[in-house]
């Protein structure tokens, strides 16, 4: 089981996560919905194609586009597919 956890709040819990370049992806329906707000930032990978963020806020305490995720990864890169993953200031333990 992978736990995130934010400002004290676990924000995603599973036992089916995907390990990609150091980072868990959590499943998008393991994330708690309450604390995130999408944002207009996009990144582009080379070989996962582009990524999309959200920011958190628990309880007051804010992180601006600490989680990405790819709404249409590009071919090779379907493990991304619909999971998030999180920036340091996010604790993942597996």
């Not at 709040?9 to 390990?19: M, P, R, Y």
């Not at 806020?57 to 989680?67: I, P, S």
């Amino acid at each position: 089981m992978a736990t995130a956890t934010f400002n004290g709040k676990v924000i995603a819990q599973s036992d089916d996560t995907t390990f990609v370049e150091g980072n868990h992806y959590f499943p998008l329906e393991s994330l708690d919905q309450s604390v995130i707000t999408e944002t207009d930032r996009h990144t582009s990978c080379p070989w996962k194609g582009v990524a999309s963020y959200y920011t958190l806020d628990v309880d007051g305490q804010v992180a601006e586009n600490a989680a990405w995720y790819y709404p249409e990864p590009k071919d090779g890169a379907e493990d991304v597919a619909g999971r998030v993953a999180f920036y340091g200031v996010v604790t993942v333990e597996a």
